[in-house]
């Protein structure tokens, strides 16, 4: 099947509802952990920190994501200081550590990130991984009663399945839900991203690029740094993996063959075409790209104007399912489904 696509020049940037909030984000949100955890991305350059947010503000990005957990609150002070005078301008979503949401640490946690960031509200507050070991209902009234306060103005999880959403939504409110999804991880494509849509809970896509695999950087496993390449796709025999499977590497790369086909056929980028899939996955709101440097977030802003066929889709779709179909529906990328910590 032929693949074809074109690109959008006219409107470069699509905005689209979140869940039930009242205000359009844009379908490429910013993700700002590369911007403050020099364990996982290496040493900050905090003047094309600077320069990285300001070109996605030029560029329209209009929701912008980080976590106390990133960096120690790194990343968010990094970012606070790089919005600057323009924080007013955009959405601002941060996340809770599961262990930091019985009420008063929640609190304590939700206006230490405030101040990190330097401003009075955030847009979205999100729980970074379901809770389990203090009480969800109280740490829903805690997040209502920040609500009503005006330190935050919605609500969001991240990593919920099915069961824990709707724990969730029976005490409060969530407009979004934040989870694993690229063209190499589709687990939530079985129950989650179905439930999501059912509830009005709009879908925020992480590691859309699959942490630069998806962008065609590596020709082989080895090539990978050890920290990506700890997830479900690579076999337990690499190291620090912890899930015990056997993994689908050369499935996996037999994909990324055909997706460099692809793009080449569109002339477009690998990673114009995997976030331009990413974007156009129902229940999909909009995916949260990484990128550590304004030219890596430049070029990949190509993926939101291009409008992939349905031809595109559907041969995108078929070259993806051997790894989407090894990977099944345990949607944690690092535990298998015994251990997963979603459900
Ligand atoms: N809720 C959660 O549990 C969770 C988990 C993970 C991430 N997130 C959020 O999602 C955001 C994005 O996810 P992610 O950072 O894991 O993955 P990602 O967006 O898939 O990957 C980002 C990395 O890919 C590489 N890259 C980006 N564009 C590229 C291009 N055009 N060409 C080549 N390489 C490119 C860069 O690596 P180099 O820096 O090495 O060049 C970049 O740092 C995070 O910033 C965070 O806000 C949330």
């Known amino acids: 099947m032929q693949a074809s696509g074109k690109k959008d020049s006219a409107n470069t940037m699509q905005y689209r509802k979140l869940g039930t909030f009242d205000l359009d984000v844009s379908a490429i949100a910013f993700g700002a952990w590369q911007l403050g955890d020099a364990r996982f991305w290496g040493e900050t350059d905090t003047v094309e920190a600077e320069r990285t947010v300001h070109a996605a503000l030029d560029a329209g990005i209009t929701l912008f994501d980080t976590a106390e957990m990133y960096g120690d609150g790194q990343s968010e002070r990094v970012l606070g200081k790089a919005l600057g005078t323009r924080r007013g301008d955009i959405l601002l979503a941060s996340k809770v550590w599961p262990e930091n949401c019985e009420p008063r640490a929640l609190r304590e946690s939700c206006e230490a990130s405030l101040l990190r960031l330097d401003t009075d509200y955030l847009d979205l507050y999100q729980i970074h991984w379901p809770i389990r070991n203090v009480s969800v209902e109280d740490a829903c009234e805690q997040m209502m009663r920040l609500q009503d306060e005006g330190k935050i103005r919605a609500i969001g999880v991240s990593n919920f399945g099915p069961q824990d959403l709707s724990e969730w939504r029976s005490h409060a409110d969530c407009i979004s839900n934040q989870v694993a999804y690229n063209l190499a991880f589709r687990a939530v494509e079985f129950d989650i991203a179905p439930t999501c849509q059912e509830k009005h809970v709009g879908i925020l896509a992480y590691m859309p690029l699959m942490q630069g695999l998806l962008a065609g950087v590596w020709d082989c496993v080895e090539d990978i740094p ?14 620090e993996t912890r899930h015990m499977e056997s993994g689908c590497e050369a499935e996996l790369f037999d994909m990324l063959t055909d997706l460099r086909r692809i793009a080449d056929g569109l002339d477009a980028t690998m990673a114009d075409v995997a976030i331009a899939w990413l974007i156009a996955q129902p229940g999909v709101t909009a995916a949260i790209v990484g990128a550590r440097r304004s030219d890596q977030l430049l070029r990949n ?20 399912s051997p790894v989407r179909k090894h990977l099944g529906a345990n949607a944690d990328l690092w535990n298998n489904g015994e251990d997963s910590r979603i459900r």
């Open 301 to 320: 802003l190509n993926g939101a104007a291009l409008v992939l066929s349905e031809d595109a889709l559907t041969e995108l779709d078929l070259v993806s």
């Open 226 to 239: 050890v920290m990506r390449r700890r997830t479900r796709q690579f076999a337990s025999s690499r190291e």
